[in-house]
């Protein structure tokens, strides 16, 4: 087996053909023979060159940039887009093979002008929302380290960490980011962040153990260092175990990079949709010409030019810059609710989400350690306040005094790890989490600063505790804090009453059973303890038990109930984590995530399960423990495979691949840049209840969506029955091609607009989401849509017919036009509500639907009024009281909506 295979290959295999070699369950000694290293003296410089050459760089593979060409292409390959730009182009040919005499150039080829004009406004707006390439792997690469001290040839040399290879011995110390995945070799005190690659919020305590199962999840492998984690405090040496692309950053890349991104339900519906449309529309005009062919009132040329007319009538043209006009006035309307979205359609897509993923730290947590707990004189104390803000209080017993209590939030202030500063009118507590926590708990017990320190023992994995000797009064206290078990072993006494009591074997069950109970309640336990000092003694024995400490990372305020709206919304919430499973649940039961018969499983668990399997059991699923970025992908792709449309929130590199693979994906705005890379929104303050605030959004702009297509689509079958009613009955052509673009264009895309940010009905959170695949408008939408459409035929037919008799072609036209054009204005008021009369919505609670209105009035008079305008639009003068046909006729759509509510209201 050549050295070059074994370097580039993901799974490490000995050379003597062994099975396979895991890093965390080999020995240094076996990593550095596998990797022909020594542990003293590292890797030659010339060994290390040559692997470089071989292996190619520590360096992310980075997915090229989307050219502009193709996302141009893309945003034209809308199947309603495409068939505009056929009319264009079949009205381009018409208007070049059948010039008119005196026809100017823009005259003869206004309409196709017209037409691409919309389709390059449409391009445009879709290109400005998502005027990004692929960043994802960019952002990624930034977290890989830009230098790293090695050891070569027994010399300190730092290089680019895109220079370390396979084999080589890395330096790390406090703050350092790690530039490769590594065996741990040597640690003193090492913590490691780990958060972004596993979702853990505390830091990770590393050491050189053998002892970890194979099967060890990543948050578990405590002899392991990885990429793009960053040490916490200590020191460290590692040998490298993987490079580059093979690394667990690198494997989150690679998954990053595989997952395509699938059309939102709202795409598949509008495809759906604009292909019936578009065909209906092909389907009638083939009809017309075939009926005129048939009865032969006009020749060919002249029924083509009709169906033509008829065709580009009934498409709506507007529809696709409407739509994406009004998407992009939504993510407006969502970022006052701190959402902001990324890509266009996710504005809508969170309205139909099925299921919720979201990531427990930070969003249904607070991300800040925090004090609930204080088991102190053998009584137990709740500690009120949120986060890391020194707000709250200590709750005591009724009835209960302690006298230990002073003296145990002394022991509290001494957490030297953090410190309290002030932030505007508040303090807060920054630094290690454990000992903020504490330090925030002193000061809500009055304890502001602490006393004279004389010496410090950090904390130490070995020893697991930490220590400060203190000045106090002539003689000197030792105060100590730690894990319960390492503080209960040095432990001689309990202070308890004002008095020093022998710790009894009773005594020390009693403070172990609190700590027991405490951690299957999701807290961790924290034991203070302290000394008298004697010259030359040691600070961390003969110690005396003070009190226990529970701290949690506590659900946000607000979570339990954005949870249960959730739940009446008929949207369920997964809480996926790489925490322990009992923490999990814990704070699941805590936050009314967890129902009966809910189910539990980790990321070992979902190992063994084929997908399939997991696909079957996904909806039951109510929290997924000590997951991994394969498992949380995994869980988004089972659910997708039921159909479900799920949204899946992270904030951490692990999160990325699911983030980007869910139906809507969602970042935390405190995030890694990867995941906003990936993500479809942002959550600008990283707070659950914000995706509720969303959901509403999503689901009044697909309500309104709804509503501005049954406009645009009820407007467009007045023109259609129209023009087919003249051309059946061997009539001039009501419409000119330019009026009908006029009408679909400006009277109706402007209403269709102002409907496309009306306010969200307060019902719209109370049932459940809408199913995904199913039609925009029901069969009661098209029988509404086809009554209006004949009535405003009607009406425009009638006064077609008597204004033709009575002053010619041209004034009947012009009298058509001005009905079909300001009717749908009138009827845009009924499209508010299908069932609530504009009346009882409010007349004027929709201003720029009246804003709308007004400027479609004033435009459309313009074309009737201004004699320059007349050539260009096909119209004339208005005489005698034609005006008042029009005002009359014009008003009729809005008259028979509102009578139709009432009849439907009254039969119910």
Not at 434 to 446: C, I, Q
Not at 452 to 480: C, H, I, K, N, W
Not at 730 to 735: E, I, T, Y
Request: proline share 5%; aromatic share 6%; charged share 20%.
């Amino acid at each position: 087996m050549s050295i070059e295979r074994d370097l580039r290959s993901p799974v490490a295999r000995s050379f003597e053909g062994a099975p396979r070699l895991l890093w965390h369950t080999a020995s240094p000694d076996e990593v550095a023979r596998y990797w022909r290293s020594d542990l003293e003296l590292g890797l030659t410089r010339e060994e290390a060159a040559a692997r470089l050459t071989r292996v190619g760089g520590n360096r992310l593979q980075e997915a090229p940039a989307t050219p502009l060409w193709r996302r141009l292409v893309a945003q034209l390959s809308d199947f309603t887009v495409l068939a505009l730009i056929a009319a264009a182009l079949i009205s381009a040919l018409l208007a070049y093979l059948s010039p008119l005499p005196g026809q100017s150039t823009l005259e003869r080829f206004g309409d196709t002008i017209a037409i691409l004009t919309i389709v390059v406004i449409n391009a445009a707006l879709g290109l400005g929302q998502e005027a990004r390439a692929e960043r994802a792997l960019t952002a990624l690469k930034k977290m890989t380290a830009p230098m790293a001290r090695t050891l070569r040839s027994g010399r300190i040399v730092e290089v680019p960490a895109g220079d370390v290879v396979p084999g080589d011995l890395l330096l790390l110390e406090e703050g350092d980011r790690i530039p490769a995945d590594a065996r741990l070799i040597a640690a003193h005190d090492l913590e490691v962040e780990e958060a972004a690659l596993t979702g853990e919020a505390i830091p990770v305590t590393k050491s050189i153990s053998v002892a970890i199962d194979s099967e060890a999840p990543l948050a578990e492998r405590k002899n392991m260092v990885y990429m793009g984690t960053r040490v916490a405090r200590g020191r460290a040496q590692g040998i490298v175990a993987n490079t580059a692309m093979y690394t667990e950053l690198g494997q989150i890349a690679g998954m990053l990079a595989s997952v395509e991104r699938e059309e939102t339900p709202l795409e598949a519906d509008l495809e759906r949709f604009g292909k019936r449309v578009v065909l209906g529309c092909i389907a009638i005009s083939a009809l017309v010409f075939a009926i005129g062919l048939w009865l032969g009132h006009e020749s060919p040329r002249e029924l083509f030019l009709v169906a033509v007319a008829l065709a580009v009538a009934a498409i709506p043209e507007g529809l696709p810059a409407v739509t994406t006009i009004v998407l992009a006035l939504g993510t407006q309307r969502m970022a006052h609710v701190h959402a902001l979205v990324r890509r266009l359609p996710a504005v809508e897509t969170l309205g139909c989400t099925q299921f919720i993923c979201s990531d427990k730290t930070g969003t249904l947590t607070q991300n800040a350690m925090t004090v609930r707990s204080l088991f102190v004189g053998g009584a137990a104390f709740e500690v009120g306040g949120e986060g890391r803000s020194t707000q709250g209080a200590i709750a005591s017993p009724a009835g209960v005094t302690v006298p230990e209590l002073d003296l145990a939030i002394r022991a509290a202030a001494h957490a030297v790890g953090a410190k309290l500063v002030a932030t505007g009118n508040r303090i807060e507590a920054t630094g290690d989490p454990t000992d903020a926590a504490l330090l925030v708990l002193a000061w809500k017990g009055g304890v502001h600063r602490h006393g004279d320190l004389v010496a410090e023992q950090p904390f130490s994995s070995e020893r697991r505790m930490a220590s400060v000797r203190v000045a106090e009064g002539s003689g000197e206290r030792s105060y100590v804090r730690g894990a319960p078990e390492a503080i209960l072993g040095h432990a001689r006494a309990v202070r308890r009453n004002g008095q020093e009591l022998p710790l009894t074997e009773e005594l020390r069950a009693e403070w172990l059973s609190v700590a027991m109970d405490w951690s299957a309640r999701a807290m961790r336990v924290i034991a203070l303890a302290y000394r008298e000092l004697p010259v030359g003694a040691d600070p961390e024995s003969e110690l005396t038990l003070l009190a226990l400490v529970g701290i949690v990372d506590p659900p946000r305020p607000e979570v339990e109930t954005a949870v249960a709206c959730a739940y009446a919304a008929g949207i369920r919430t997964v809480m996926i984590t790489g925490d322990h499973p009992a923490t999990a649940r814990a704070i699941a039961e805590e936050i009314g995530l967890w129902q009966p018969g809910d189910q539990l499983l980790t990321g070992h668990e979902l190992d063994g399960l084929d997908q399939q399997s997991l696909a079957e059991r996904c909806d039951q699923v109510r929290v997924l423990a000590r997951a991994t970025a394969q498992h949380k992908l995994r869980m988004v792709e089972a659910m997708r495979s039921r159909g479900f449309v799920c949204a899946m929130t992270g904030d951490g590199v692990n999160d990325a691949p699911a983030v980007k693979a869910a139906s809507i994906g969602i970042a935390m705005g405190t995030g890694t840049d990867v995941t906003k890379e990936a993500a479809d929104l942002v959550l600008a303050d990283d707070n659950y209840a914000t995706i509720l605030a969303a959901v509403a959004e999503g689901r009044a702009i697909y309500s309104n969506i709804r509503k501005f297509i049954f406009f645009l689509l009820s407007s467009n079958t007045g023109c259609v029955l129209v023009v087919l009613a003249a051309a059946l009955l061997g009539w001039d052509a009501p419409l000119a091609p330019i009026q009908i673009l006029w009408i679909n264009l400006i009277t109706n895309g402007l209403p269709a607009l102002a409907l496309g940010i009306e306010e969200r009905e307060p019902q719209q959170m109370a049932v459940p989401p809408r199913p995904p695949g199913g039609a925009i408008l029901g069969g009661r939408d098209y029988l509404d849509m086809v009554l209006v459409g004949v009535v405003m035929a009607v009406s425009a037919l009638v006064a077609f017919r008597y204004s033709l008799l009575r002053g010619g072609l041209v004034e009947a036209r012009t009298v058509c036009f001005a009905i079909l054009a300001l009717g749908p204005l009138a009827h845009a008021f009924n499209c508010r509500s299908q069932s609530s009369s504009v009346f009882r919505l409010g007349l004027f609670s929709n201003r720029a639907l009246w804003g709308a209105t007004i400027v479609g009035v004033a435009l459309e008079l313009m074309t009737l009024w201004v004699p320059a305008l007349h050539p260009v639009f096909k119209t004339g003068p208005i005489r005698g009281n034609a005006g008042l046909w029009i005002a009359a006729m014009s008003i009729l759509p809005l008259a028979f909506g509102e009578l139709l509510k009432l009849l439907r209201w009254r039969r119910e």
